[in-house]
Structures are given as C-alpha cells and as structure tokens.
C-alpha cells in the first residue's frame, strides 16, 4: 500500500515538474479570462431638437463589433428651429433628470437651458433667455453652449463662444445664480475659438478647455487645460489650480466635451482629429489617438475607467430614400453625416473595432436618409450587473 502511495506521489510530482518547466508554444491554445461586459442607455445629443435614446452593450472581447445597439430612441426636447443642443448632462442625483442646454439662438433670439424627464421624455423646465450682450455668438448667432458640468446643487452649462463663461442654475429651481466669464482667467475676447468643461466626480474641480488662436485669427492647433476649483466656480468665482497648453494641427485639433475617469486620475478629452487621455493632477499628456473614423466630440469612460464611449461625426455615409436606396447626383452618391460611437481601450491605449451608428438607422427609417444627422455630447446610464 506505502509502495504504491509512493508511485503515485512521484508520478504526480514528474508531471507537475512538467508542467513548470515546460514551454507553450505559439501553436498552444492559451486561455484568456474574458473581459467585462457592459449594458447602458446612452444619451447623445443632436442638432435636430432631441437626444438619440440607445440602449448598448458593449463588448470588448469581441474585437471586431464591440458596440451593437440594441435599440433606438429619441427624447424631444423642441424642434430643429428652436433646440439644436450639443449638451447631454444626467443629473448626479436623480438618474432620470437630464439637464441640457441649445447650441443656437431660436427664432426668437433666446438661447435655452432645461431638464428632461428621462422616464417620461417629457421637458420638466424650458428656460427662454436674452444672450448675453457680451457674447452674442455673432452673426450666425452660434456657437452658444455646448459643453456642461454639475455640482450636487447646481448646474453648470459652459457658453463656448465669445465671450465664453460658465452659467451656474440651481438644479431644482432652474433658477440662474451666477455667470462667470473666462475673462477672468485671462482669456481675451477673439484670442480663443471654443471653450468647453466638466466636474471631476468627487465634485472638487472643474477642467475648462480652450481652442487658441492665432495672430491670424484662426484656429492654430493649441489648446489650453485650465483647473479650477468648483466650489468657488459654484459661487460665482473662479480659483485656478493647474493650467498647461497642448499642441496639435491648426484648424483639426478642436478641443470638444470631456469627463473625468470615475477615479479622478485622468481626463478622457475629444479633440476633432483625435482624443487624449490627460492626468487630471499634473495635466501631463497620457496617451493620444487620432480619430480615424471621424470628428471626435465627447468622451465617456466607463463605470471601471477600463474603456470610453467616443462621439464621432462621421461625414461619408451615403444618403437613401425612404425606401432604402442611394440618392444620386450627378452619377454620384450623397454623402450625408451620422453619428457613432466608437469604442477606446484605456489599458491597450487604442481605439478598437468598428464604429456603431446611432442616428442613422432612425434617419433612414423615418424616410430622412437624406439628413444630416449632427451629434455631440453624450451621457448614459449603465445598468448594474
């Protein structure tokens, strides 16, 4: 009995020995644990006076098609003339609130800020103002806001013309507190094109982006990073902490919306031609990625930070009819914009897969392939395992 207890205790130590010292080869299968799912309603706002409701799941393990909508939705907040928004805001302490902001004067030369009802899809609170006389947006009367953060009190959407500022409103109330313009940073009327910003999730700070100008006045490709403090900005001041300028390509490089990773480290910033990932401490450049598939617009790391969601403007969809077929001109097609998402890996630093459209296939389907279909901003709610 001790004989044979013996054998097998050394036959189990030679193939235990075998499978230390022993080499996989290239021709091994080798077993990889399967990444992390993931489930959300996506919010993503338009030109044509609603969100895109997509509800999404995202896949990384499926490396060619890790983005599929599952099903496709709008929230009405007006129409084209009067609601063209950019700015898709959730409110941190009700998941079916949705603050947004218009990107362009109505008819009536009001500007408008409001928040949604995400259960119902029903506007809660329309606010019509008069543009500020400092910043009328010019004679397109457009851009106005386009970026948004929020504290737990209040929200903050961001005025991205000139003069750019931050408007402060009471969550509940809708009521406006404060305007503060980045003039007070030092920013000059003219000297910049865009301005955009976001909270940090502990709600301590505020990044506000600018893209700079030239002595030409055109767009030359640098863009500010400015810190600051979002209790202060909450009560009408601003309180700088870190700024640092970054570099890229005159008239492509266009700093857009951008949040915090879920832990504060990083910034996950949309910039036209391509997106960075910043260092939320030191705002030293992490990573950077050029946007292959189109203009990039926002960027939304999800729940763990281990990937982001980014917005894309993609220009050369070909354009259809009601039924379905290529509208012509000319012997060619109609290319007409959609908007996608697009899927970037944080730990393998690169953008993966195809795009996924969420504005086209309403488009088409509602006998308006031949629509622009202009996204920007964009938030969710992900669904909890």
């Given at each position: 009995m001790k004989k044979g207890l013996l054998v097998v205790l050394i036959l189990s130590l030679a193939f235990g020995g075998y499978l230390v010292y022993t080499t996989v080869d290239s021709k091994t299968p080798v077993v990889v644990a399967a990444k992390q799912t993931y489930s959300a309603t996506v919010y993503v706002a338009g030109h044509g006076g609603h969100f895109a409701k997509a509800d999404v799941t995202i896949d990384?393990?499926?490396?060619?098609?890790?983005?599929?909508?599952?099903?496709?939705?709008?929230?009405?907040?007006?129409?084209?003339?009067?609601?063209?928004?950019?700015?898709?805001?959730?409110?941190?302490?009700?998941?079916?609130?949705?603050?947004?902001?218009?990107?362009?004067?109505?008819?009536?030369?009001?500007?408008?800020?409001?928040?949604?009802?995400?259960?119902?899809?029903?506007?809660?609170?329309?606010?019509?103002?008069?543009?500020?006389?400092?910043?009328?947006?010019?004679?397109?009367?457009?851009?106005?806001?386009?970026?948004?953060?929020?504290?737990?009190?209040?929200?903050?959407?961001?005025?991205?013309?000139?003069?750019?500022?931050?408007?402060?409103?009471?969550?509940?109330?809708?009521?406006?507190?404060?305007?503060?313009?980045?003039?007070?940073?030092?920013?000059?009327?003219?000297?910049?094109?865009?301005?955009?910003?976001?909270?940090?999730?502990?709600?301590?700070k505020f990044i506000l982006t600018f893209t700079m100008k030239g002595e030409d006045g055109k767009m030359n490709g640098k863009i500010d990073f400015v810190m600051v403090d979002l209790k202060e900005l909450d009560s009408g001041k601003f309180k700088e902490i870190k700024r640092a300028t970054f570099a890229g390509e005159p008239g492509k490089t266009i700093t857009f919306r951008e949040y915090f990773s879920p832990d504060d480290k990083y910034i996950f910033q949309s910039a036209g031609d391509r997106m960075w990932v910043v260092d939320a401490n030191t705002l030293a450049k992490v990573d950077e990625k050029m946007s292959a598939s189109g203009e990039n617009h926002d960027a939304m790391p999800t729940p763990d930070g281990k990937y982001a969601l980014l917005t894309i403007r993609n220009g050369k969809i070909d354009a259809c009819d009601a039924e379905g077929k290529p509208i012509m001109k000319e012997g060619k097609n109609v290319n007409i914009t959609d908007g996608q998402l697009v899927l970037y890996d944080f730990d393998a630093r690169k953008i993966t897969g195809k795009t996924a459209s969420v504005c086209f296939a309403c488009h088409k389907g509602m006998g308006l392939g031949d629509k622009t279909a202009i996204l920007c901003g964009l938030d969710a709610n992900y669904k909890k395992k």
């Amino acid at each position: 009995m001790k004989k044979g207890l013996l054998v097998v205790l050394i036959l189990s130590l030679a193939f235990g020995g075998y499978l230390v010292y022993t080499t996989v080869d290239s021709k091994t299968p080798v077993v990889v644990a399967a990444k992390q799912t993931y489930s959300a309603t996506v919010y993503v706002a338009g030109h044509g006076g609603h969100f895109a409701k997509a509800d999404v799941t995202i896949d990384p393990n499926n490396a060619d098609e890790p983005i599929k909508v599952a099903s496709l939705d709008k929230v009405d907040i007006g129409d084209t003339k009067t609601h063209k928004t950019h700015d898709a805001r959730i409110d941190s302490n009700d998941s079916n609130v949705l603050f947004w902001s218009t990107y362009q004067l109505d008819p009536n030369g009001k500007q408008h800020v409001g928040k949604s009802d995400l259960k119902t899809g029903k506007v809660i609170t329309d606010i019509a103002m008069d543009p500020d006389k400092r910043s009328t947006g010019g004679e397109k009367k457009m851009p106005i806001y386009c970026a948004s953060g929020q504290s737990k009190e209040n929200y903050l959407p961001v005025f991205m013309g000139n003069e750019g500022y931050v408007d402060v409103f009471d969550k509940k109330t809708m009521k406006h507190k404060h305007r503060v313009f980045v003039s007070d940073l030092g920013y000059k009327a003219g000297s910049y094109q865009f301005v955009h910003g976001n909270n940090s999730n502990k709600m301590d700070k505020f990044i506000l982006t600018f893209t700079m100008k030239g002595e030409d006045g055109k767009m030359n490709g640098k863009i500010d990073f400015v810190m600051v403090d979002l209790k202060e900005l909450d009560s009408g001041k601003f309180k700088e902490i870190k700024r640092a300028t970054f570099a890229g390509e005159p008239g492509k490089t266009i700093t857009f919306r951008e949040y915090f990773s879920p832990d504060d480290k990083y910034i996950f910033q949309s910039a036209g031609d391509r997106m960075w990932v910043v260092d939320a401490n030191t705002l030293a450049k992490v990573d950077e990625k050029m946007s292959a598939s189109g203009e990039n617009h926002d960027a939304m790391p999800t729940p763990d930070g281990k990937y982001a969601l980014l917005t894309i403007r993609n220009g050369k969809i070909d354009a259809c009819d009601a039924e379905g077929k290529p509208i012509m001109k000319e012997g060619k097609n109609v290319n007409i914009t959609d908007g996608q998402l697009v899927l970037y890996d944080f730990d393998a630093r690169k953008i993966t897969g195809k795009t996924a459209s969420v504005c086209f296939a309403c488009h088409k389907g509602m006998g308006l392939g031949d629509k622009t279909a202009i996204l920007c901003g964009l938030d969710a709610n992900y669904k909890k395992k």
